[in-house]
């Protein structure tokens, strides 16, 4: 599809299928993600991926047995991918501590950066990974780790200094399950016209 096509088809999936995603197909994915440009070239973010039975890992963290049988969702439970993405603040401030780069005075703290670019560039690569997916004919649900960020990032082996972006899940979309999250029936902001526009051109 073109790219047009692709953003306008873009949605959240909450229904799978248990069917597996090929290797190929999802090595595609990943490695549309890792593409994305960062800050400095650093490429400060990873993806701790779950496929098949590695996926229970994180719904027993994150959803114990005694709320999983009132989950609203019970299709995304059966994603056959879970895709955890971490940013890391420490390789921002070892690449702007090199050479070409030790003039901005970013190298110090994680406070000298007005913008932390470890989330901003770990969001590009979120975006894409979904892009990228559904490009595949893939289903994708990205939503947050929140307070099981720590427990997560324990029992996944990550880090503690990592910064916690989110979770993409991964699969074929169960068409049979309709339903629509609660705030698909939001309109988008217009582009420029009336006081809620996302364009503000010349000055807001």
Known sequence: MDFSELIHKRKMTRSFLADPVPTATLDRVLDSARRVPSAGNTQGFDFVVLEGAETSLYWD?????????????????????????WGDADAYLHRYGQTDKAHSGLADE???????????DSGFAAMT???????????????????????????????????PIGTIALGWPDHADTALGRSASMERRPLEEGTNSVVHRGRW
């Open 110 to 120: 994680v406070d000298a950066w007005v913008t932390p670019y470890w989330i901003v």
């Open 61 to 85: 963290v994150t959803l114990p047995p005694e709320r999983r049988e009132k989950f609203r969702w019970q299709g995304l439970l059966r994603a056959p991918v879970l895709v955890t993405i």
């Open 129 to 163: 990974m979904q892009l990228a997916a559904i490009n595949e004919g893939l289903g994708v649900l990205f939503f947050g780790m929140f307070e099981h960020s720590s427990a997560l990032a324990k029992a996944l082996g990550v880090p503690n200094e990592r910064t």
